[in-house]
T-cell receptor, first 116, second 110 residues
């Protein structure tokens, strides 16, 4: 099973709402990633978890709060978002992370978020 | 990544080879070169990677210039299913951080 699943596929939320994005993998990977992708732009790294510990935070605003409850699951909690946060949010996983240039990252299909 | 440049778009005919170029003139000696592609409505998927030597796999070939300032992804026989955005990526060693170029949109004509 080389699949990364993400739920929901689509999400519409108001600026005062609290919502969560979920990502799951069962490949035994110990590194998981959140990326943000705006239309016609490449993905931008937001967070990296390695062995359930946050190892990289790319200066993301605190209205985005990641959580890694176990090695298979990654959440992104959203609160008080702005319309400019509307984007495709991609989750990825890899075997170990921070392990050099040899690892392949496996991406999920993403959650398309619209903030009104 | 401002240090990695790719053409915005390219066209190819079906069943013909495609050469997708990438310039990474300021690449560090320990940065790996990865290529991923993103089909419509999907997340990126791995294509190939290398450090110094040319590489082949079932999907593509990667030709890396001797000075490592550029590389070329080669699809030997393009199919309609190869239409996607192709990203040239630097991956600094020991970081796990994919640093994406702006991507080349490949259109394949039947």
């Amino acid at each position: 099973d080389t699949e990364v699943t993400q739920t929901p596929k689509h999400l519409v939320m108001g600026m005062t709402n609290k919502k969560s994005l979920k990502c799951e993998q069962h490949m035994g990977h110990r590194a998981m990633y959140w990326y943000k992708q705006k239309a016609k732009k490449p993905p931008e790294l937001m967070f990296v978890y390695s062995y359930e510990k946050l190892s990289i935070n790319e200066s993301v605003p605190s209205r985005f709060s990641p959580e890694c409850p176990n090695s298979s699951l990654l959440n992104l909690h959203l609160h008080a978002l702005q319309p400019e946060d509307s984007a495709l949010y991609l989750c990825a996983s890899s075997l170990r992370g921070l392990a050099g240039g040899l690892e392949t990252q496996y991406f999920g299909p993403g959650t398309r978020l619209l903030v009104l | 990544d401002a240090k990695t440049t790719q053409p915005n778009s390219m066209e190819s005919n079906e069943e013909e080879p495609v050469h997708l170029p990438c310039n990474h003139s300021t690449i560090s000696g320990t940065d790996y070169i990865h290529w991923y592609r993103q089909l419509p409505s999907q997340g990126p998927e791995y294509v190939i990677h290398g450090l110094t030597s040319n590489v082949n796999n079932r999907m593509a070939s990667l030709a890396i210039a001797e000075d490592r300032k550029s590389s070329t992804l080669i699809l030997h026989r393009a199919t309609l299913r190869d239409a996607a955005v192709y990203y040239c990526i630097r991956l600094p060693s020991n970081t796990g951080k994919l640093i994406f170029g702006q991507g080349t949109t490949l259109q394949v004509k039947p």
